[in-house]
């Protein structure tokens, strides 16, 4: 769908159904203007990346609300960006076209939509429903728009919610000039799908959820295609005979190696991005106990590249009017493990190129044996100053990730942010040290009107 | 983001207290109980109810903060009230909202929906004395005011503003109060909540809330138009000025669960 076109078709059917809607209906518009600049702390690792030491940003995401009534409504939100130094991030996302509806104990929300699942802090694992939209931030929790048929039920047993997602949505990729990749650059633009539908493959998922004093518990089902690729590199060079002769010099691995390194001249590796076909059983809980909340996500993950399991847990304590004041202060601390963490990297051989494209590797969990600390500070005063430090540390590889949020109120209508993320100490062999030379600290200040 | 649990029924138990005291109150606590009982069974049977509410805070210099918020309760037999609170204002929260499920006695359940992550989150229900919103009202302040949370003891009858008053005192049972007690005033003739003293854990008074421009709704359920609450220590004051309130407009369970949670707007 050509989203501009979208967004126009969505807007004129939203104001003009509100125009004729009768006295119960609500009508709300709103917009969220930001500008952001980022400082590098580094030069930049890879060949091809943009050397600037500051990047400037502007995005807007508009909204359009009508409620006919309290059972009906709809949803429009377009977002856009632009980017001074990644033109991959300079891109515009149908993040809600949604109409919502309710009959009995029946929720149904017909549209594109987006839905969160899950409980911890560090890492959202068993959330799948939404791609994440990678170029806005590394955090992954920035999502693009998802076409869906959601039904959910609730009953005294629980939510039971289904969903059918007719279109599949690319995960977006930093391009050439971006940091926050590796050395070869993504071929965004030729996906590689396992399905003979590729995006339009049909996604089912299933969940079930219960909230009551004690907990909150979830389990969930996704059938479809991954949301996170893996990647086959593509080779392209002016003379496949000398290449095929280092291939069987060096092994792929060592070529992959040495292109790495700048070695060999007049030969571009490119990423393509390829999406499996996967099976994914989630589960996320939470236990409440007076001032903890202990957190668990886990999954398992069926595919044709590697059956794996993943979990994360931990507890948020939260010490209420902390040092006699009026602030509050939660400790946070996470276990995140990965199975895939013991895996040694695959080595192909030359058997394995066909064409010029490379087997799909698998690109090593980020988090497969780590600790994550933390703490969120709220003082609790009128600009709703809040402040979130956390540090991931890897126990098998001792790489550190730090970041650190804060955000205020500025005036009736702003707000001022700021964010530092840190990467540190990462051995070769972990993939944080892709990132190593990606430390940023960015601010950001948004007007909502 | 850390949001408040409130919920616009601070005046519900404390709010009618019956002119006619029961002869055999004899002592006391059984008076102060008594007037506290009253109060409640004079509300009972609201059902469900709506508004909005405009939060004004002031800080010492007299520099001022607005912010807007919609509620909507539902009375559940046999516990604490369910209530869902919208922010509207200021426009960085807006859609936030805050699904609180109150009890008579334990901590309440509270769940946060943070419209930009889409998230819902779960928030520890032990915290009651910090603030609403940075105003001077606490969680416990805007919290469904059961019988069940305090201990009572009659104190005096007294005219406030010429309007004849019970004075009782209210003992928190929680220990997680963030108050040693409250002396309220009731007035005799509707049992509404006229003016409340708050004494901190150093049985200090730190807070003096009012309540003016009472309306009755369905001939039965007075709810204030304005309250305001100042705070001593620190020379802060907030207000809440309440509008627009609907009482039976049939809302239900449904209406107070995930599914409306994550739809609030």
């Given at each position: ?12 059917l939203l104001?003009?159904?509100a125009s ?16 952001e ?16 030491a500051?990047s ?32 991959e991030?300079?891109h ?5 076209l ?14 594109v ?38 039904l ?11 969903f ?12 050439p000039?971006g ?16 399905s ?20 909150d ?10 949301r996170?690729p893996?990647?086959?590199p ?21 070529l992959?190696?040495?292109l ?29 106990s ?6 668990l ?9 590697r ?5 994360a847990?931990?507890?948020?304590y ?18 995140l493990w990965?199975s895939?963490g ?27 044996n780590?600790?994550?600390?933390g703490?969120?500070l ?39 942010s ?18 190593r030379?990606?430390d ?10 | ?7 616009p ?13 029961p002869a ?15 109060a409640d ?19 010492r ?8 918020i ?10 604490g ?80 503003d ?22 309220a ?7 509404r ?46 207000s809440?000025l ?10 239900s ?11 609030a707007?």
């Amino acid at each position: 769908m050509n989203p501009t076109r979208a967004v126009a078709l969505g807007g004129v059917l939203l104001l003009a159904s509100a125009s004729v809607a009768a006295d119960e209906s609500r009508t709300k518009f709103s917009a969220a203007l930001s500008a952001e600049g980022r400082s590098y702390l580094h030069d930049p690792s890879y060949a091809g990346q943009s050397d600037a030491a500051a990047s400037a940003s502007l995005s807007i995401e508009p909204e359009l609300y009508v409620e006919w009534s309290r059972n009906t409504s709809a949803t429009l939100t377009p977002f856009a960006r632009w980017d001074s130094l990644d033109s991959e991030r300079s891109h515009v996302d149908l993040r809600e076209l949604a109409l919502q509806q309710r009959f009995g104990n029946f929720d149904l929300r017909l549209g594109v939509s987006r839905v969160f699942w899950g409980v911890t802090e560090s890492v959202h694992l068993v959330d799948i429903i939404n791609q994440t939209d990678q170029v806005e931030n590394i955090d992954g929790e920035d999502k693009l728009g998802q076409p869906m048929a959601m039904l959910s039920w609730t009953t005294d047993a629980g939510v039971f919610t289904g969903f059918v997602l007719p279109y599949f949505r690319e995960r977006t990729l930093p391009g050439p000039d971006g940091r926050f990749r590796s050395e070869f650059t993504y071929a965004q633009d030729d996906a590689i799908y396992e399905s003979d539908d590729e995006e339009q493959h049909v996604d089912g998922a299933l969940r079930w959820s219960l909230s009551t004093s004690l907990f909150d518990l979830g389990l969930s089902y996704f059938d479809g295609t991954g949301r996170s690729p893996r990647f086959a590199p593509h080779v392209t060079t002016a003379d496949p005979g000398a290449l095929l002769q280092l291939v069987e010099q060096l092994g792929l691995a060592g070529l992959l190696g040495q292109l790495a390194q700048g070695q060999i001249d007049d030969v571009q590796v490119d990423l393509v991005p390829v999406y499996d076909q996967i099976e994914q059983t989630g589960l996320d809980l939470n236990l409440v106990s007076g001032n903890w909340i202990w957190k668990l996500e886990a999954l398992y993950q069926d595919s044709r590249a590697r059956d794996y399991g993943a979990a994360a847990g931990g507890f948020e304590y939260t010490y209420a009017a902390a040092f006699g004041s009026a602030w509050d202060a939660s400790v946070l601390m996470e276990y995140l493990w990965d199975s895939r963490g013991g895996d040694a990297a695959a080595l192909p051989t030359a058997d394995d190129l066909q064409g010029n494209l490379l087997p799909p590797q698998q690109i090593p969990p980020l988090f497969q044996n780590d600790l994550f600390v933390g703490t969120r500070l709220t003082p609790n005063d009128v600009a709703s100053t809040e402040f979130l430090a956390g540090v991931v540390v890897d126990l098998d590889h001792g790489g550190l990730f730090a970041s650190v949020e804060t955000s205020r109120r500025i005036g009736a209508s702003g707000k001022l942010s700021l964010e530092l993320r840190v990467f540190a100490d990462a051995e070769t062999e972990d993939p944080l040290y892709l990132l190593r030379n990606d430390d940023y600290l960015q601010l950001e200040y948004t007007h909502y009107f | 983001m850390r949001i408040p649990s409130l919920l616009p029924s601070l005046w519900l138990a404390a709010a009618a207290m019956s002119a006619a005291l029961p002869a055999h109150a004899a002592t006391p606590a059984e008076q102060g109980l008594a007037i506290a009982t009253e109060a409640d069974r004079r509300d009972q049977g609201y059902g469900d109810s709506s508004a909005t509410m405009e939060m004004i805070l002031r800080n010492r210099a007299g520099d001022e903060a607005s912010r807007e918020i919609r509620v909507k309760s539902l009375e559940v037999a046999g516990d604490g009230d369910k209530s869902m609170i919208i922010f509207d204002q200021p426009k960085d929260v807006e859609g936030t909202a805050l699904l609180t499920f109150s009890h008579k006695t334990g901590d309440d359940d509270r769940w946060l929906y943070l419209p930009a992550l889409k998230r819902v989150k779960r928030i520890a229900g032990k915290n009651k004395s910090g603030p609403f919103m940075g105003s001077e009202f606490a969680y416990e302040d805007m919290g469904s005011q059961e019988i069940e949370k305090y201990s009572y003891t009659w104190l005096r009858d007294e005219a406030i503003d010429g309007v004849s008053c019970f004075v009782i005192e209210r003992v928190p049972v929680d220990p997680d109060s963030g108050y040693t007690r409250q002396v309220a005033w009731i007035d005799q003739a509707e049992y509404r909540v006229q003016k409340v003293e708050f004494y901190d854990r150093k049985q200090s008074l730190l807070k003096t809330l009012s309540a003016k421009d009472y309306q009755q709704y369905l001939n039965k359920h007075w709810r204030p138009g304005r309250m305001d609450m100042v705070n001593h220590q620190t020379g802060k004051s907030t207000s809440l000025l309440f509008k627009n309130y609907v009482f039976g407009s049939g809302l239900s369970e449904r209406d107070f669960d995930q599914a409306s949670l994550k739809n609030a707007r």
